[in-house]
């Protein structure tokens, strides 16, 4: 199983960047994916999770209204729009992929993981 993240970068403030995760090796259909980021010094948490049908997703309270999760099941790929970023957004980005049944949400273990991607934002 491999998932690759891509479309990091460096970014300013009030900018955007779309997070691509392309997933290989699985039936991609059968997961629900999140995206999880981890700052420097900090632990590392959901920030968004999308079910296998994209019909419920999940967002951390401090992405409400600026982030986008969703997925293209066709072509295997899960992706992130985030807009208005600030520089608390900072940190390298991740996908994971779950075959668990449960809702979407914190709290869950994942079963895959991506190797990340760094996003940037300058103030």
């Known amino acids: 199983v491999q998932l690759v993240e891509s479309g990091g970068g460096l970014v300013q403030a009030g900018g955007s960047l779309r997070l691509s995760c392309a997933a290989s090796?699985?039936?991609?259909?059968?997961?629900?994916m999140g995206w999880f980021r981890q700052a420097p010094g900090k632990e590392r948490e959901l920030v968004a999770a999308i079910s296998w049908s994209g019909g419920n997703t999940y967002y951390v309270d401090v992405v409400k209204g600026r982030f986008t999760i969703s997925r293209d099941n066709a072509k295997n790929t899960v992706y992130l729009q985030m807009n208005s970023l600030k520089p608390e957004d900072t940190a390298v980005y991740y996908c994971a992929a779950d075959m668990s049944q449960s809702p979407v949400g914190p709290g869950k273990e994942y079963d895959y993981w991506g190797q990340g991607t760094q996003v940037t934002v300058s103030s």
């Open positions: 090796g699985l039936t991609f259909s059968w997961y629900a």
